[in-house]
């Protein structure tokens, strides 16, 4: 066991921040209107492979692997969940296509992905919910070909050009498959953007499909193993999203560390008062408690050369680090007073984010019955 960063990730980790200081910091502002990022901040993303470090090279992604790809990620979602977002669900799309499609499909999609000139998209939820269950997308074989149908929601980064992992009931099987889909192909079309209270920078859409036709080669893995290859991929979505609400949990802690260092109260700093104290405290116990988890889990993944290894894990750090993302946002708001109200706050921008974490990518709720069956079964 060894808690210690190696120098090529501590570089990465500090490479990661000095980029989001620099670059995506002055572009808050116009990230929050436009709700759109900058075509500078997508390409000096690129040169720092940023969209591919847990790829391997072999379909030219960095092979830096997951444990460097949490540290990056919670740098930049540190200043921008939004931005870290994007790179996130592209990683998420390639993970899947690593490990579940053919020679071909990879070779075909992989490698403009990987340097960020695509971008990746997982369409999952539907109307109905993101409940694999309640599927209603259909992939109706005909011929060499599969024709798609149907509507997908939230989806986000799919007004970007590149390929989308989409989820359908394969017409054979009657079974959940994944299928890779150009995005902007004859027959797809997205909604207006939703109007989302929080993470600005990567909008999501409604995802239509009419009539799609794609190659038989573009479903993911074999039939029958649709449900294998979901849990496998959503396992590595949960790093992403671990990593970035674990940099909403750096961000609140470093703002209240400048803001109680600064605000001058009764003549002295806030600092100073032991109640803020103790607040800072229970702060910074909880950012080490949910970094050692993320950290674990880029570990685990990293180890584990089967992915289905890491379900229970996953969903237990996504729980646990955006449940915390949360509390730990309404506690700086508190050591900031009303100011903390305010929208020149960064404080009043990280607590509408922190609650988008236990929301998505399954909500902790429907993940706390998966845990259960998980540990149940093992117990027997
Ligand atoms: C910013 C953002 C980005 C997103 N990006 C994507 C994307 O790229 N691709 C994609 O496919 N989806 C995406 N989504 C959708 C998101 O992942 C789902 O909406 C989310 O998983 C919740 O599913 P739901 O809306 O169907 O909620 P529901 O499943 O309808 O949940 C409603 C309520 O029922 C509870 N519940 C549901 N099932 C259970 C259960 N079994 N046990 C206990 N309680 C349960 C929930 O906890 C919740 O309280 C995104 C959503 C957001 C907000």
């Not at 074999?222 to 396992?235: D, V």
């Not at 109260?265 to 800072?280: A, E």
């Amino acid at each position: 066991m060894e808690f210690k960063l190696t120098k090529e990730q501590e570089l990465i980790q500090k490479t990661a921040r000095d980029f989001a200081d620099r670059s995506i910091e002055p572009a808050i502002d116009h990230i929050m209107k436009e709700h759109a990022i900058p075509q500078e901040i997508l390409d000096g993303m690129k040169e720092l492979d940023l969209f591919c470090l847990p790829i391997s090279e072999a379909y030219g992604g960095a092979g830096a692997g997951y444990q460097s790809y949490v540290l990056a990620l919670e740098q930049i979602a540190s200043v921008s969940p939004g931005v870290a977002i994007v790179i996130s669900v592209n990683c998420f799309g390639l993970a899947a296509l690593e490990m579940f499609g053919s020679e071909e499909v990879k070779k075909r999609y992989m490698p403009g992905a990987c340097t960020g000139k695509n971008i990746m998209s997982i369409a999952m939820t539907e109307p109905e919910g993101a409940d694999p269950r309640l599927v209603k997308t259909t992939a109706v074989r005909e011929g060499d070909e599969y024709v798609l149908n149907g509507t997908k929601r939230f989806i986000t980064a799919c007004g970007y050009e590149g390929p989308l992992v989409i989820f359908a009931r394969e017409s054979d099987t009657g079974q959940i498959c994944g299928f890779v889909v150009e995005k902007f192909c004859e027959g797809y079309s997205i909604s207006e953007p939703w109007d989302k209270m929080g993470l600005p920078g990567t909008p999501m859409y409604d995802v239509y499909l009419k009539d799609v036709r794609i190659p038989v080669g573009n479903m993911l893995g074999e039939l029958n193993q649709g449900f294998r290859i979901l849990k496998n991929s959503i396992a590595l979505g949960k790093i992403g999203i671990s990593s970035i609400f674990l940099g909403t949990i750096l961000a609140a802690y470093e703002e209240c560390m400048k803001y109680a260092g600064e605000r001058i109260y009764l003549g002295k700093p806030l600092t100073q008062f032991q109640y803020v104290q103790g607040d800072i405290v229970d702060i910074a116990m909880k950012y080490e408690a949910a970094r050692w988890l993320a950290y674990r889990l880029g570990y685990l993944a990293d180890m584990n050369e089967d992915k289905g290894n890491i379900i229970k894990d996953s969903a237990l750090t996504k729980m646990f680090v955006t449940n915390t993302a949360v509390e730990v946002a309404r506690s700086a708001i508190n050591i900031h007073g009303s100011y903390g109200l305010m929208e020149n706050y960064k404080v009043s921008r990280i607590w509408r984010d922190s609650i988008f974490g236990p929301q998505t990518e399954g909500t902790n709720a429907l993940l706390r019955s998966v845990v259960a069956m998980d540990i149940l079964k093992r117990s027997k």
